[in-house]
């Protein structure tokens, strides 16, 4: 899938940490803690090179594995 790949590229995992470090300073800023954690594991997901949702379509979670096509 498309998208899954795009989110396992480093482009995608460049998103992912700016947008998990955006929410997190937002949650920061504003005080809603839930918005801390989703951004922390958003920021996460992009730093340590995993997708999320990548399992919901039978795919790795493991970006590495996505990228070579280990699946």
Request: glycine letters at 12%; one cysteine or more.
């Amino acid at each position: 899938m498309k998208f899954i790949e795009f989110m396992a590229s480093t482009t995608g995992r460049a998103v992912r940490g700016i947008a998990g470090a955006t929410l997190l300073i937002w949650g920061l800023f504003a005080g809603i803690v839930w918005l801390d954690v989703v951004g922390a594991i958003v920021a996460a997901a992009g730093l340590f090179d995993f997708c999320l949702f990548a399992p919901l379509f039978k795919m790795p979670l493991s970006g590495k594995k996505i990228r070579n096509g280990d699946f």
